[in-house]
């Protein structure tokens, strides 16, 4: 029987969690995707309204779905559906943003419950319109959260660069701390990447 494994992606909006989704995902990704109506507007013509999802098809047969929670808080209603049996969280924060670390806290805040049982880590998204020095503030907030920081730049475009945000999540999951995670789930997912050359 086959094992399949949740991740959820999380961030405020055009962080890259949709593109970051489908820059995973083995099917073409069911995307909520309406016209942005208010503010968003400015930042992208369109926005997720419920949820992104992906899957990734294991050599060894297993799964990984991939979730990404709309950015708005008034969509924070599926923030609580969405999270219900995964195994972790990946932030994705952009560099360019007005408030990086504003975005981050939020989403830490947001997400705590899920962090305290799971793992999370941040992808720092748009390095190249933000200022060098987002990430490292990032870190001081994690610190300042009692989080263990995982935090680290990704393209989302980029597939191994998500990948890598995902294999950190899985090395970070402590499965003493209530993770719905096998023992060898880690060791089994990151063997079929390798096989993918992930």
């Known amino acids: 029987m086959h094992t399949q494994y949740k991740i959820v992606f999380a961030g405020p909006v055009g ?6 989704i489908q820059s995973l995902s083995d099917i073409e990704v069911v995307s909520t995707e309406a016209r942005a109506s208010d503010v968003v507007r400015q930042l992208k013509s369109t926005t997720t309204v419920a949820m992104d999802y992906g899957l990734m098809k294991l ?7 991939l979730y990404g929670a709309p950015g708005q808080k008034r969509f924070d209603f599926m923030w609580d559906i969405l999270t219900q049996h995964a195994l972790g969280l990946v932030v994705l924060v952009s560099a360019a943003g007005a408030e990086p670390v504003g975005d981050l806290r939020q989403y830490l805040d947001a997400f705590r419950a899920l962090i305290d049982r799971t793992a999370v880590v941040v992808g720092v998204t748009h390095t190249d319109k933000g200022d060098p020095a987002v990430r490292q503030l990032l870190i001081e907030e994690m610190h300042r959260q009692r989080i263990p920081p995982c935090v680290m730049d ?4 980029s597939r191994p660069d998500v990948a890598m945000l995902v294999k950190c999540l899985l090395f970070s999951i402590d499965p003493f701390a209530g ?10 997912i990151n063997s079929a990447w390798a096989g993918q050359g992930l």
Do not use: F, H, I, M
Not at 15 to 20: D, L, Y
Not at 154 to 157: L, N
């Open 15 to 20: 962080a890259g969690k949709t593109t970051a």
């Open 179 to 188: 993770a719905l995670l096998e023992p060898d789930a880690s060791s089994t």
């Open 59 to 65: 050599d060894n047969g297993d799964q990984v779905r």
């Open 154 to 157: 990704a393209d989302a475009r």
